[in-house]
């Protein structure tokens, strides 16, 4: 069963054993405070968080290294010359973000010509893609952005700024856009391959391996 758009009331309700038929779970993008996650614990229902959780919990997860991932980006683009960065991050309260702004960071604060600049965005879309973007609109600058909706935004705000802003910044996007021939860059994520691994852990679970596991993988190309 998947669950979605459940209220926090809702949510706790159907992770308790006796009211709902649940034998395992899969939680995805683990928040910083996050109560699915504590109410999983809480009921011991054997579960796998895709993502990386905030604090240590006893629960097995699967995660790509978004750290290092992010890191790769900026280190490539920074051997293309660039030399301003703005990171236009997913919101605050996501451990993918903390995650993210920490391989930005990691690279970027090592180069002493490089000026950067993160931002966060409270929804995926296009409108806060252009609401991030608009202060560093600068011929120059690369933009890593948090997924292809927000890329969307920023070039739609360059191609308004003119031709000399839109060709001379650039877009990478750290998800994949569903559209084709879209004019930025993007990682490739396998993100069958991080649900597979993440479901082989919940049934090794539910059939007795109760050892949590923190696996970190490499799942992406760049």
Not at 77 to 82: D, V
Request: net charge negative; aromatic share 8%; charged share 30%.
């Amino acid at each position: 069963l998947v669950y979605s758009g459940l209220d926090k009331n809702s949510v706790f309700t159907m992770l308790k054993r006796d009211k709902a038929p649940i034998d395992g779970a899969i939680v995805m993008t683990p928040l910083v405070d996050d109560a699915r996650i504590s109410q999983l614990e809480k009921e011991r229902i054997p579960c796998v968080i895709i993502g990386r959780p905030a604090k240590e919990v006893s629960i097995s997860y699967v995660d790509i290294n978004n750290v290092k991932l992010v890191g790769d980006v900026a280190e490539r683009l920074y051997a293309r010359g660039f030399r301003r960065f703005c990171l236009i991050n997913s919101e605050r309260s996501k451990t993918i973000s903390i995650d993210r702004a920490r391989g930005f960071s990691h690279v970027l604060n090592r180069k002493g010509d490089a000026e950067t600049h993160i931002v966060y965005s409270a929804e995926s879309s296009e409108a806060e893609g252009r609401r991030c973007a608009a202060p560093f609109l600068e011929p120059g600058t690369a933009f890593i952005v948090s997924d292809g909706t927000v890329a969307r935004g920023v070039y739609e705000s360059a191609k308004e700024a003119g031709e000399e802003v839109l060709s001379g910044i650039h877009i990478y996007s750290l998800g994949e856009d569903v559209s084709a021939d879209v004019p930025w860059e993007y990682a490739r994520q396998d993100y069958v391959k991080l649900g597979t691994l993440a479901t082989e852990t919940l049934l090794n679970e539910i059939d007795g391996d109760h050892e949590p596991k923190q696996i970190c993988t490499e799942y992406y190309t760049v």
